[in-house]
C-alpha cells in the first residue's frame, strides 16, 4: 500500500484516499479523464484569461481580473444560458437568467429570439389565438412557471377544459414580424399534425369522449402566414401516430386506466421520423449537438415563455412535448416535460432536479461526499466509495475514470448536480488555484525488524523529516574581513602548539604559605624544646584529678578479680604517643590488682599495639613486684577481630566462635585458663576500651549493648575523640562509667594509681604545656591578623 | 625510645623524613611515607592471614574439615567469588558478596545505632531544668536547659525546609532564624573543642616523637 503524504498538513494517507483523512485537503489533483486521442484540456473548470492570461472558473464570462471576455463570442446563440447569466445591454452587468429587467439599471435583459437552439427541432408557430391562461403563463416569470410546474411548464396544472381553450394557437397577428420571418426562413420542420380539433369542442370534452383529436388543424384556422411557413417548408411524410392505441396520447391512457404509465424516455418516433426530413444544415446541428438526454423538448430558452406554454396545444400527434405529469413518475416526467435546461438557470435546475447533464466532469474532480450524495459511483457503479472497494478486495484498484455518458447514468435524474453560480455571485469565489500535477509518494520502506517486519508503508522509528540535514546549496558567502582572518590565524596556531611536545613550566614556589607555616613551625619547636632546658617544671605534675578519670580508677577499683579484663586496642602506631601512657597505666593497675587481662582489637594494627603494651606493663611490673606474669594465665593477647561492628557483634554474643587463634597463634585459645570461663563478653569483669577514633568506641559501645550491659565499661579516650565519646559517658544512664581522656588524663590516673611516673613524662608535659600555650598564642594571633586583613581588604572592594 | 642503633637511626631518619614537609612536599617526604604505609600494609596482611585466614580457612580446609567454625567451605567459597571482582564478565557474582557483606553491616550498625546511641542520647537530653532539692540543683538545672537549648538549637539549624523565591536562594522561615544562629553557636563550639583535641592529641604526638629523637640523639651527644 503506498502513501501519499498530504502537502497541507505533511500527514501519510493511504493512496486510496483522495482528501487528507486529517485535514480534508486535496490529495491528488484534479484530473479529466479523457481518451488517449483527445487533447489534454488545460484545467477543468478553469479558464485562462486570453487577456490577462490568469486563471477564472469556467462559469465566469468576463475575467475576474481584468474583466476581459473569457470566450469569444461566436454568435447569437452564443449566449451565456449555460451560466445562468444574461449581461445587460445597457450596464454590462451580469444578472441571472431568470430576470428579465437587470437588477442594476431595471434595463430589459431578454429580447424575444426565437432562433433554435442547434440540434432542436424546428418549432411550429402557433396558429391560435392567445388564451387567457396562456397568457397567465406568460405573465408568470420563468422561474415562477417552472415552480408550479416543477413539472412541465405549467401545463398539466391547467385542467383539460381549459387546455382545450389553450389549445387554440395564438393568432398570426400576435407574431411580430422578425419571428415571421425567422420562421419563414427557418426550414419547416415536420409539421405536427393539428392540434385541436374544432373549436366548438373543448378539448376536455373530447377526452372524456374518448375521441381521438383530430390531428389536422382545419386549414381555415391556419393563418397565412403558417401557410407560407408550411409550403415553403419540405414536404414530409406523415408521422405515425406516436401512440399505440391509434389516437389516443399516452397521458390520456394512462388517465383511463387510472394507473400510471411510465412514458417513453427515449425520442418518440414521430421525432425521429421528423430527424429523417429534416434539412440538411438541420441535421448538421443535430448531429453537432450533444447528446442530451432530454432533448425531444424545443429549446424554450430561445422560445418566450407563451410559446413555451404552447406545447401543449400541439396537436397529441405530433411531438408529445408534455406528458401527464401527474400521473407519471417523477423521473420520466421530469425527464420529459421540463424545458430545457438552457432555458433556466443552474441552481434552479438542480432544485428540479433536472438539471442539466453538468459538463463532462469526472468523477475524480468530484469529492467523495459530492460523488456519495449523488450517488455517483466512479467504478463500475458498485455503489461502494474507492477506499472500501478497495479495503473488500484487498489490493489497489486502478481508478478507472468514467465516462460522462456512464456518470449521467449513474448520477441519476434526481441527484444533486454541481450548480453553476451566477456570475455576479462566481466573482466573489475565492480563485480557483491551480492545482499541479503530483507523482505520489510511493513508500517502498519495508519494516525488517518487530511485529511488522514485512509489511510496507509503516511508520518508520525515526521519520526522514527528523533526521538532521545539511543544506547543499549554498545560502550565502562568508564575508571574511582581516580580523576574522587573524583570529582564524591564531586558532590554528593555537591548536597546532597544543600537539607539540614543550617542557613544563617550572613550578613557581609561593613564598607566602611556606613563611607562615615555616614560621608556626618556629614558634612551636621553641615553645615545646625550649622550655624543658631553660625552664624545666614550669608544667608542674597535676595535683588533681578529673571526675571522669577518678571514676575509671574507682571502676578499676572496683572490680572483680575473679573475672578477667577486656582491653580494646583499637588504635595504630599513629596515636601511641598519646594513648600508650593511658592504656599502660590502666593495665598495670588491673594487673596489680590481680586481675587478669586479654586485649583485643579490631584493627590489625592494634592487636600488635596491645602486644607492646601487654609486654612493657608486665616487664614493668614483674620488675617491680618481682612476680612473673605469664601469657595465657595472667594475659592473654587475642588479637585481631575482623568483621568490624558485624565482628563486635558476633564477640559480644559468642566469643569462641568469633577468635579461634590468638595473637602468637595459638591454636586452641579459648582452652588457656585466663578465658576458660569465658562464653560471651558479658563473662568478663569490665571492658576497657582503648580507642583513638570515636566510630570505633560508638560501634563497642552499640554492640555490646544487648550482651555486657551489666558489666562496667570505661574508656581511655585520645583528646580528638573525647567530644564525641563524652556523651555516652554524661548522660543519665551512662555506658561509659569512666574517662581517660588524653596524655593530663593519663598523668592524672597514674598518679593516682601510685604507679611510678616515666622518666619521659615529664619532659612531655613541659613540651606539652607550653606547646599548647604557644599555640593557642598563634591561634589568636592568627585570628587577629585575620581579621584585620580583612577589614584591609573590604574597603577595596 | 629504641635503644639498638640500626631501629633507632631509622626511626630518626624517617622522623626527619617526614618533618621536611615543612618546606613542601618533596622525594624524601614521599618515600618515608611509602615505607610507612607499605610497612602497615603489610603487617595487616601478616596479622589478617595469621589471625583469620589461615585458622579459620586454609587450617579446617586442610584437616577436611568443612563443616566447623565460620563454616570454612562457605566463606572460601565467597572469597574466591569476591576475588573475582575486577573480572568483568564474573565481576556480578562479587558483588553478592558484597552486598551481602554491606547489608549485613548496615543492619548490625542500625540495630546497634537505634539502641545504643539514638534512645540512649535521647533519653540524655530529656532533663529538668528545676532546681529540686539538690544542693547543686541550680547547676543541674542551668546545665540541662544549655543541654535542651543546643539540641533543639542544632536541630533547628539543620532544618532545610526553607522556599526560595525566583532569583534568591532559600531561606528559612522567620521564626527558625534566630534558633538556627543559636544552634550555628552550639556547632561552632563543638567543632572548635573537637579541633583543641585534635590539636592536643597532635602536640601529644609529636612530644612524643621529640623525646624519641633527644633520647636517640643523647646516646651521642649525651645530655639529659
Known amino acids: 500500500m503506498a502513501v501519499i503524504r498530504c502537502q497541507a498538513c505533511g500527514k501519510p494517507n493511504p493512496d486510496f484516499l483522495d482528501t487528507c483523512q486529517y485535514c480534508d485537503a486535496r490529495l491528488k489533483p484534479l484530473t479529466v479523464p479523457r481518451s488517449p486521442s483527445e487533447p489534454a484540456p488545460a484545467q477543468v473548470g478553469v479558464v485562462h484569461c486570453q487577456a490577462c492570461g490568469k486563471p477564472n472558473p469556467a462559469s465566469l464570462e468576463v475575467c475576474q481580473f481584468c474583466e476581459s471576455p473569457l470566450r469569444p463570442l461566436t454568435g447569437p446563440l452564443t449566449m451565456p444560458e449555460t451560466a445562468g447569466v444574461v449581461k445587460c445591454q445597457a450596464c454590462g452587468k451580469s444578472n441571472p437568467a431568470f430576470l428579465d429587467v437587470c437588477q442594476f439599471c431595471e434595463s430589459p435583459l431578454k429580447p424575444v429570439d426565437l432562433t433554435p437552439a442547434a440540434g432542436m427541432p424546428a418549432l411550429s408557430i402557433p396558429t391560435q389565438e392567445d388564451t387567457p391562461a396562456a397568457s397567465a403563463v406568460e405573465e408568470a416569470p420563468n422561474w415562477l412557471s417552472s415552480l408550479r410546474g416543477a413539472t412541465p411548464a405549467g401545463e398539466p396544472e391547467t385542467p383539460d377544459w381549459l387546455a382545450g381553450s389553450a389549445e387554440a394557437a395564438a393568432p398570426a397577428e400576435d407574431i411580430p414580424d422578425w419571428l415571421r420571418g425567422m420562421q419563414s426562413a427557418t426550414p419547416s420542420a415536420p409539421e405536427p399534425e393539428p392540434a385541436a380539433p374544432a373549436a366548438d369542442v373543448p378539448d376536455w370534452m373530447s377526452a372524456l369522449r374518448s375521441a381521438p383529436a383530430e390531428p389536422a388543424t382545419p386549414a381555415e384556422d391556419v393563418p397565412d402566414w403558417l401557410r407560407g411557413m408550411q409550403r415553403a417548408a419540405p414536404s414530409a411524410p406523415e408521422p405515425e401516430p406516436a401512440a399505440s392505441a391509434a389516437d389516443v396520447p399516452d397521458w390520456m391512457s394512462a388517465l383511463r386506466a387510472e394507473s400510471p404509465t411510465p412514458a417513453e424516455p427515449s425520442t418518440p418516433e414521430p421525432l425521429a421520423a421528423l430527424s429523417e426530413e429534416l434539412p440538411d444544415w438541420l441535421r448538421g446541428m443535430q448531429s453537432e449537438a450533444p447528446v442530451q438526454p432530454a432533448p425531444e423538448t424545443p429549446a424554450a430558452a430561445e422560445v418566450p415563455d407563451w410559446m413555451s406554454a404552447l406545447p401543449s396545444a400541439q396537436p397529441e400527434s405530433a411531438v408529445p412535448l408534455v406528458a401527464a405529469p401527474s400521473i407519471a413518475s417523477e423521473e420520466e416526467t421530469v425527464g420529459e416535460v421540463l424545458p430545457p435546461s438552457d432555458s433556466a438557470p443552474d441552481w434552479l435546475l438542480a ?342 577514633s570515636p566510630d570505633s568506641a560508638r560501634a563497642w559501645i552499640e554492640q555490646t549493648q544487648a550482651f555486657a550491659a551489666q558489666i562496667p565499661m570505661f574508656a581511655a579516650l585520645s583528646a580528638g575523640a573525647d567530644p564525641l565519646v563524652r556523651p555516652y559517658y554524661e548522660g543519665d544512664s551512662p555506658r561509659l562509667r569512666g574517662l581517660v581522656s588524653g596524655l593530663f588524663a593519663a598523668d592524672q590516673y597514674q598518679r593516682q594509681a601510685g604507679q611510678p611516673e616515666d622518666s619521659t613524662l615529664a619532659w612531655r608535659r613541659d613540651m606539652l604545656g607550653s606547646g599548647l600555650f604557644a599555640a593557642a598564642i598563634l591561634l589568636a594571633g592568627g585570628n587577629l591578623v585575620y581579621a584585620l586583613m580583612g577589614a584591609l581588604r573590604r574597603p577595596r572592594r | 625510645m629504641p635503644t639498638d642503633l640500626p631501629a633507632g637511626a631509622l626511626s630518626f631518619l624517617l622522623t626527619l623524613a617526614v618533618l ?205
Not at chain 1, 520502506?445 to 514485512?454: D, I, K, P, S, T
Not at chain 1, 596556531?493 to 614543550?502: C, F, I, P, V, W
Not at chain 2, 546545665?143 to 538549637?153: K, P, Q
Open chain 2, 20 to 224: 621536611s614537609y615543612l618546606v613542601g612536599d618533596n622525594p624524601i617526604y614521599r618515600v618515608a611515607i611509602h615505607l610507612f604505609v607499605g610497612a602497615a600494609a603489610g603487617y595487616a596482611v601478616v596479622i589478617t592471614y595469621c589471625n583469620v585466614i589461615y585458622p579459620r580457612l586454609l587450617a579446617p580446609l586442610l584437616a577436611f574439615q568443612f563443616v566447623g567454625p565460620g563454616l570454612p567451605l562457605v566463606a572460601g567459597g565467597l572469597g574466591l567469588l569476591l576475588l573475582l571482582k575486577p573480572l568483568r564478565l564474573v565481576s556480578p557474582l562479587g558483588s553478592l558478596v558484597i552486598a551481602f557483606m554491606v547489608g549485613v553491616g548496615v543492619a548490625a550498625a542500625i540495630g546497634g545505632a537505634v539502641l545504643g546511641t539514638i534512645f540512649p542520647q535521647t533519653q540524655a537530653t530529656i532533663l529538668s531544668v528545676l532546681p529540686g532539692d539538690d544542693p547543686n540543683g541550680l547547676e543541674k538545672a542551668i546545665e540541662a536547659a544549655v543541654i535542651i537549648l543546643g539540641t533543639l538549637a542544632t536541630l533547628g539549624f539543620f532544618y532545610y525546609g526553607g522556599r526560595g523565591e525566583a532569583g534568591r536562594p532559600g531561606d528559612r522561615p522567620t521564626l527558625l532564624k534566630p534558633v538556627a544562629f543559636v544552634g550555628q553557636i552550639f556547632i561552632g563550639a563543638a567543632f572548635g573543642l573537637m579541633y583543641a583535641g585534635a590539636l592536643l592529641a597532635s602536640l601529644a604526638l609529636f612530644t612524643r616523637s621529640v623525646t624519641d629523637l633527644w633520647g636517640f640523639a643523647s646516646l651521642f651527644v649525651g645530655g639529659r
Open chain 1, 351 to 692: 432544485l428540479r432536479g433536472a438539471a442539466p447533464e453538468p459538463e463532462p466532469a469526472s468523477p475524480e474532480e468530484m469529492p467523495d461526499w459530492l460523488r456519495a450524495l449523488r450517488g455517483v459511483t466512479p467504478a463500475k457503479g458498485t455503489g461502494k466509495t474507492d477506499f472500501l472497494r478497495v479495503l473488500q478486495s484487498g489490493e489497489p484498484e486502478e481508478a478507472e475514470p468514467a465516462s460522462p455518458a456512464v456518470l449521467a447514468e449513474d448520477s441519476g435524474e434526481g441527484g444533486l448536480t454541481q450548480a453553476a453560480l451566477p456570475a455576479w455571485l462566481a466573482a466573489m469565489r475565492p480563485v480557483d488555484v491551480e492545482y499541479t500535477a503530483l507523482t505520489d509518494e510511493a513508500d517502498t520502506y519495508e519494516e525488517r525488524v518487530g511485529v511488522l517486519a514485512g509489511m510496507r508503508g509503516v511508520l518508520r522509528a525515526e521519520p526522514t523529516v527528523a533526521l538532521p540535514r545539511k543544506s547543499t546549496v549554498q545560502v550565502h558567502k562568508l564575508d571574511v574581513s582581516e580580523g576574522h582572518a587573524a583570529q582564524v590565524k591564531l586558532l590554528i596556531g593555537l591548536l597546532t602548539e597544543e600537539g607539540q611536545a614543550r617542557p613544563a613550566p617550572k613550578m613557581r614556589v609561593r613564598f607566602g604559605p611556606l613563611l607562615e607555616r615555616l614560621i608556626i613551625v618556629a614558634v612551636l619547636l621553641t615553645a615545646i624544646l625550649l622550655p624543658p632546658y631553660l625552664v624545666p617544671g614550669l608544667f608542674p605534675p597535676p595535683a588533681t584529678i578529673t571526675p571522669e578519670t577518678q571514676a575509671a580508677f574507682a571502676t578499676v577499683e572496683g572490680l572483680p578479680v575473679d573475672r578477667p579484663a577486656l582491653v580494646i586496642m583499637d588504635y595504630d602506631p599513629s596515636n601511641a604517643g598519646e594513648l600508650d601512657p593511658a592504656a599502660a597505666a590502666l593495665m598495670s593497675h588491673l594487673m596489680r590488682r590481680g586481675i587478669a587481662v586479654v586485649t583485643v582489637s579490631t584493627r590489625p594494627l592494634g592487636a600488635a599495639m596491645g602486644d607492646v603494651v601487654l609486654v612493657g606493663v608486665t616487664e614493668a611490673l614483674s620488675q617491680t613486684t618481682g612476680f612473673q606474669y605469664a601469657s595465657g594465665t595472667h594475659y592473654l593477647n587475642l588479637g585481631y577481630l575482623p568483621g568490624g561492628a558485624v565482628g563486635i557483634a558476633q564477640f559480644a554474643a559468642d566469643p569462641r566462635s568469633a577468635i579461634l587463634t590468638d595473637f602468637a597463634g595459638t591454636p586452641d585459645v579459648w582452652a588457656q585458663p585466663v578465658v576458660g570461663r569465658v562464653n560471651s563478653i558479658g563473662d568478663f569483669g569490665a571492658v576497657v576500651l582503648v580507642t583513638a
